[in-house]
């Protein structure tokens, strides 16, 4: 039997890197009976981290699916990297689920990279909880935690649990509204909780907190408020019920607490996820678009999570295999059946799903029927030709739902095989990669013909370059890294091109008038056309907007891609007799290379986001370098015992960063880096480049 739509949780456990993701994965597995051994990311033997490559590191790269039960309730979750190198990972499973459990460690408090995941969550609109994390280590402070959910991430806290004790004296929590303190055994491995009261110097303390989570629930929700104003008892049922709308309408996070590593606090965890996080029936609606609407029709489509609707779903995530690639499928509406040809709407072909498996990490368990219902996720054995973002649907009822947008590479390095014998294997590694990871380009330069290969960060490169030796025996050579610039331009202009060609005698032509301007909207390149209807013949014209976009897409007068340019065809010289597809092309081309050379070009360099985390002692020495660096220090405070410095910088000059950083400060300081914006380059840069 299927799970009732309204009892299954899709889930994600999301954080910074070493914030206990992972450990609280383990955890929850081992209570819910999913695993009968509880791993340790120190020993490289967790349930979901079971790539080498994060075993041997102790991080987690690549997210990973697992399905558990906890009481009533079906819990879908996956497990997600905190490295920002990896943030692709987080982007497209946080796309497709319907809740999130983001961890903080008690130590750090809001870090770089749980700022970046809680903006991923804004963005696809994730209700959530917090689960705040190693209170029993040296300079937990939980109060200070939440403050900076408040202060830096502007959440809105909703106080469940509250530790007793911290750091060494951390025994266990208090469950504010039942007004009972929990202890989690130990030899048990956290099974066996004792409630007790609330010990005699936390009763007022505990009291205050409690006063605070009922008022804070009760602001959104009147018949609550009421209440307690009468001073009437709240009852837990309507408790739960008005925190729950409150949380899946992003209005509060419900806050716990603990420690994973020593057991404590992971099982409410879930019976809040049961309680709080929605039910895929608690989402709104899907909403896509028509592949090929009719004209005048509406474009615009919709389907609800429900099994009556025709199918469709979104292909999320896919794992390369030796023998056939698994799609992971959220599947939206309807139903998906083994053995059926759901349509790809991008390719208009038919796919074939030949096999339906609950995936556990890297185990697969075949499906006990052979379909599954509108809210589930899967994982598909079949389909060939599918790429992340893809959507599955009813070719009856075809509908094309919005992509996952990922960010640009900032880093590219050159490969080339060890033998020109394996260069074909490396070929076919590469695009395997790609199918897998939608932030990893690969391509082969045409001026020198070397291998190009972009991605997110040193470290990225670095896991994938490895892959490459393991899963596909192959050995590369690779060259230094180096930045990847976008080309844009300063000013607006209009430039022509115009195309004339005598072939058997027949003469075609065609004049293409382009205005070419700096531009900030979402797509790196737009194209609009400003013609009126009877300047070129209504077939010609959307050819015309691809020929202008396929120019575009092959970079500026240096080679790189461009970026911030928005072209605008002007008008067309059109002869009836004589204009034909081609010459229009051509004439595109022409006229988009005219723009660029006349439009003040500017380079673009990636600029990062820097966190670094020191002693005070060293701060004068880290300012110092970041100042040689060219980074520009955006703020500074203190956190527990440790100063945070935050930066803004040039990725041209962090390259190596990392051994540095560690030298200047006999190696207790820390950083994170991630992609923040594109911003002009030194103008120097461009002229090097252009001799």
């Known amino acids: 039997m299927p799970t009732p739509i309204d009892k299954l949780r899709n889930i994600g456990i999301v954080a910074h890197i070493d914030a206990g993701k992972t450990t609280t994965t383990e955890r929850i597995l081992y209570y819910t009976g999913a695993s009968h051994k509880m791993g340790d990311v120190d020993d490289g033997n967790t349930t979901t981290d079971f790539d080498p490559e994060e075993a041997a ?14 009481k009533d309730y079906t819990i879908n979750l996956i497990d997600t990297p905190g490295h920002v190198d990896f943030t692709a990972e987080v982007e497209r499973s946080l796309r497709v689920l319907d809740g999130a459990v983001v961890v903080f460690s008690a130590v750090e408090g809001v870090e770089a990279q749980s700022e970046t995941v809680w903006r991923q969550a804004d963005k696809y609109k994730v209700p959530r909880m917090c689960f705040i994390n190693k209170l029993d280590r040296i300079g937990a402070d939980f109060e200070r935690t939440l403050g900076q959910i408040e202060n830096r991430l502007h959440g809105k806290p909703a106080v ?6 911290s750091s060494s004296s951390f025994e266990g929590i208090i469950d504010l509204f039942e007004r009972k303190a929990l202890y989690f055994d130990s030899a ?9 009261e609330i010990p005699e110097d936390y009763v007022d303390l ?157 185990q697969r368990e075949k499906l006990e ?11 598909v054995i079949g389909p060939k030709d599918v790429v992340t973002g893809d959507t599955l649907c009813e070719a009856n009822h075809p509908i094309l739902l919005e992509r996952i947008t990922f960010p640009e590479t900032v880093i590219s390095m ?79 202009v209009v430039a022509t091109g115009e195309y004339t060609r005598t072939v058997g005698g027949e003469t075609i032509y065609a004049g293409v008038t382009l205005q070419v301007e700096p531009y900030s909207g979402d797509e790196p390149v737009a194209v609009k056309s400003a013609l009126k209807p009877d300047d070129l013949p209504q077939e010609l014209v959307r050819p015309l907007i ?42 595109a081309a022409m006229a988009v290379q005219n723009a660029l050379r006349d439009g003040d070009l500017a380079l673009l360099e990636p600029v990062m986001k820097l966190e670094v985390v020191t002693p005070p002692e ?51 300081a820390s950083y994170s880096m991630e992609p923040l914006k594109y911003d002009f380059a030194p103008d120097s840069v461009l002229k090097e480049m252009l001799g």
């Open 206 to 362: 505990a009291e205050e907190w409690r006063t605070k989570l009922i008022e804070s629930v009760a602001e959104h929700d009147e018949a609550l408020m009421e209440s307690y104003l009468a001073e009437e008892p709240v009852t837990a049922e309507a408790f739960q019920a008005a925190l729950r709308k409150a949380t899946i309408d992003r209005q509060l996070q419900p806050i716990f607490c603990g420690t994973s590593l020593h057991y404590v606090g992971v099982q409410p965890v879930l019976d809040g996820v049961g309680l709080y996080l929605p039910s895929p029936l608690d989402r709104p609606a899907i909403s896509g678009e028509h592949p090929n609407p009719k004209k005048g029709a509406d474009p615009h489509d919709t389907r609800k999570t429900d099994p009556k609707e025709p199918f469709c779903g979104l292909v999320f995530k896919i794992v390369a295999d030796k023998h056939a690639d698994l799609c992971f499928v959220r599947v939206y509406s309807g139903v998906l059946k083994s053995g059926s040809r759901p349509l790809n709407p991008r390719t208009g072909k038919k796919e074939f799903a030949s096999q339906l498996w609950h995936v556990q990490a890297d």
């Open 369 to 379: 029927t052979d379909q599954v219902e509108a809210g589930d996720i899967v994982g």
């Open 414 to 492: 050159s490969v080339e095989p060890e033998t020109s014998a394996d260069r074909k294997k490396l070929e076919d590694a590469l695009t395997r990669l790609g199918r897998q990871d939608p932030t990893f380009k690969a391509k082969i330069s045409e001026e020198t013909g070397q291998t190009i290969i972009s991605g997110m960060g040193e470290l990225h490169l670095e896991v994938l370059r490895k892959r490459m030796l393991r899963d596909y025996n192959l050995n590369v050579r690779v060259h230094k890294p180096r930045v990847s610039y976008r080309e844009t331009v300063r000013k607006k």
């Open 160 to 165: 469940l649990y509250y530790p007793i004790g």
């Open 546 to 587: 691809q020929a202008v976009q396929d120019s575009a897409q092959s970079g500026g007068m240096v080679g790189y891609p461009l970026m911030h340019v928005l072209f605008t065809i002007k008008s067309v010289d059109y002869k009836e007799t004589q204009t034909t597809e081609d010459a229009l092309r051509a004439a």
């Open 57 to 70: 590191r102790g991080i987690t790269i690549y997210s990973a699916a697992v399905s558990c039960r906890w």
């Open 618 to 668: 060293f701060v004068g020495n880290i300012q110092a370098d970041l100042n040689i660096r060219h980074a520009r220090i955006v703020g500074q405070e203190p956190r527990g015992h440790l100063t945070v410095l935050d930066a803004e910088a040039p990725l041209a000059n962090m390259f190596g960063y990392s051994t540095h950083v560690r030298s200047l400060s006999q190696g207790r």
């Open 188 to 196: 048990s491995l956290g099974r066996n909780i004792t409630v007790k």
